[in-house]
């Protein structure tokens, strides 16, 4: 009887596993390369950040914020499918508006099925690949738990959207 009472308690525990702990180095090393980075390149021109604005906010970069373009107001547009507000953003991006871009690693997978389908083919085929187009990443910092890329102007951008 007691063998029957833990036998579901024993499964349990061998598809627990303890939570990863929070390296702090790493996280230390991938913010200040991500702050150094920014700063530098900030002295070239605007840096918009699309994600990790808080970084502008709490003064931990030397770079003004620019207001446009934030990681949910462009979903809004994204999903709306808002031409005005789209097309100022692809101008933007077009002229090189940014000396860099802050943001999430792009790709333009489409997902036929799945909970956040439309989110994600929304931002994957009007966001990203004009994103991608006009802009290349050139740094890739990856915190625990997280990946951030900043993107600088393609030169001679070809077969864009």
């Given at each position: ?7 579901p308690f024993l ?151």
């Amino acid at each position: 009887l007691a063998l029957a009472v833990l036998m579901p308690f024993l499964f349990l525990l061998l598809v627990l596993s303890p939570y990863r702990k929070y390296d702090q180095v790493r996280n230390d090393a991938a913010y200040q390369e991500l702050v150094q980075t920014v700063n530098e390149i900030g002295k070239e021109g605007p840096v918009l950040f699309i994600n990790e604005r808080q970084l502008v906010t709490f003064g931990d970069v030397n770079v003004p914020l620019v207001a446009d373009y934030e990681a949910v107001t462009l979903m809004e547009m994204a999903m709306s499918n808002n031409q005005a507000y789209l097309r100022r953003f692809y101008d933007d991006l077009k002229v090189h508006r940014f000396a860099a871009i802050v943001a999430a690693k792009q790709n333009v997978a489409i997902k036929d099925s799945g909970p956040t389908a439309e989110e994600n083919n929304a931002w994957n085929s009007r966001v990203s690949p004009y994103i991608l187009c006009y802009y290349h990443p050139v740094l890739t910092i990856e915190p625990q738990g997280n990946r951030i890329e900043i993107y600088v102007p393609t030169i001679e951008a070809t077969q864009c959207p």
